[in-house]
């Protein structure tokens, strides 16, 4: 019993990562019905970024710096890659620029930082902390409170700020929201920001717990779109459930099974999903008239 409540605790942390890389994704969606498939690789700039910052000015004067270059990176992502995209309506355009900005990300890295894996400071101790006979890292509880206090204070900007609000509205309609003198072009630009904010600052999360380098964001960014399409991309609460259903199932397959196979029950649910409930867990149909 103790070491199952080992997992699902070690299996909360993971899971908190890819639930905070697919509000991202849930991000850009609601505004464009467009994605990000290089979120991955802004995970693994703004790990790199905040390594390269941390030398200079510490780990938490470096957290602003990286949150700056999140929405700089990806206000970068949306005028390149995706709002030609979005107004000549092609969805090839825009899912193959973010793919193929994504690899010039990682080029670029690759050449700057290197191949090989870098090990970045902790800034709290590493030494876990016991309770009730459990071992917790004090980063791991940082992962949690991290990512759960980035998405809820995204979610009071855009109910409670004039710029959020125009985002909600895009989101909601976005023909609607133009006609109302929105400029839905830069909230979509903003929602990109957002996005690659998110994952920026979940790269300087997990990387104390891991190793950062240019390859650490291909496989999270593939996992937490899983989580998008499992919890559902119209649902801020179903990212959450979906990462922490991905992070535990990861966890315990990986200890019970065999490490060779903890990515397999995340994609036999995956498919599950798309067979039975495509809209995703708590996603909603949409019905569109014709």
């Known amino acids: 019993m103790q070491i199952l409540a080992q997992l699902i605790v070690s299996g909360i942390a993971v899971g908190m990562i890819y639930g905070v890389i697919a509000f991202g994704y849930q991000l850009t969606f609601a505004t464009s019905k467009t994605l990000n498939f290089g979120q991955g690789e802004a995970l693994m700039l703004g790990s790199l970024v905040g390594l390269t910052a941390v030398a200079y000015v510490g780990y938490w004067a470096m957290l602003p710096i990286v949150l700056v270059f999140g929405l700089m990176q990806g206000a970068v992502v949306e005028r390149l890659g995706v709002r030609r995209a979005i107004e000549t309506r092609s969805e090839a355009g825009w899912i193959m620029a973010t793919i193929a900005l994504g690899i010039i990300f990682k080029n670029l890295a690759e050449n700057i930082w290197g191949r090989d894996a870098l090990k970045f400071p902790s800034p709290l101790p590493e030494a876990p902390i016991g309770f ?113 259903i991905l992070g535990v199932t990861e966890t315990l397959t990986g200890y019970y099974i065999s490490t060779g196979y903890k990515d397999v029950p995340g994609l036999v649910l995956l498919l599950l999903v798309l067979s039975f409930k495509p809209s995703g867990l708590f996603g909603k149909a949409a019905i569109k008239k014709v």
């Open 132 to 244: 009730m006979g459990v071992n917790v890292l004090p980063m791991e509880i940082a992962i949690v409170v991290g990512a759960l206090g980035l998405m809820l204070s995204i979610e009071l900007f855009n109910r409670r700020s004039i710029y959020g609000k125009a985002v909600v509205a895009t989101a909601n309609d976005r023909d609607a929201a133009g006609l109302m003198g929105i400029d839905t072009s830069l909230a979509i630009s903003f929602s990109y920001a957002l996005s690659s904010m998110t994952a920026a600052f979940a790269g300087v999360l997990v990387a104390p717990v891991t190793l950062t380098g240019a390859s650490m964001g291909g496989a999270l960014g593939l996992k937490a779109f899983a989580v998008a399409i499992i919890g559902g991309l119209s649902s801020g609460m179903g990212v959450v459930v979906g990462g922490l």
